[in-house]
């Protein structure tokens, strides 16, 4: 069964930091595209980093140079830097993006004053 648990939301300030981590029951090799999504309140869920099967990464043009995927075996990570008020958001983790995917629970990630 394949099971992802999310962590490491909170609420900063703008200009702050981030790092979010997602837990994978099974070996991450297993699935070929993997990355975050999030969704701001009233906006569809919008993916933001991705990889296929480990290698470079992609990012959204709104979080390139700021955020930054990674992962290992059973655990895909998401560093997030300079953080803006729009980034705002609930952000989840899936694998197998690119066919029947698995999401985790979301975490809520907060950018305010």
């Known amino acids: 069964q394949v099971q992802l648990v999310e962590s490491g939301g909170g609420s900063v300030q703008p200009g702050g930091s981030l790092r979010l981590s997602c837990a994978l029951s099974?070996?991450?090799?297993?699935?070929?595209?993997t990355g975050w999504y999030r969704q701001s309140p009233g906006k569809e869920r919008e993916l933001i980093a991705s990889?296929?099967?480990?290698?470079a990464a992609w990012y959204d043009a709104g979080v390139q140079g700021r955020f930054t995927l990674s992962r290992d075996n059973t655990n895909l990570y998401l560093q997030m830097n300079n953080l803006k008020p729009k980034d705002t958001a609930v952000y989840s983790c899936?694998?197998?993006?690119?066919?029947?995917?698995?999401w985790g629970q979301g975490t809520q990630v907060t950018v305010s004053y």
């Open positions: 899936c694998v197998a993006c690119d066919g029947k995917p698995y």
């Open positions: 099974l070996s991450m090799s297993r699935f070929y595209l």
């Open positions: 990889t296929a099967d480990g290698t």
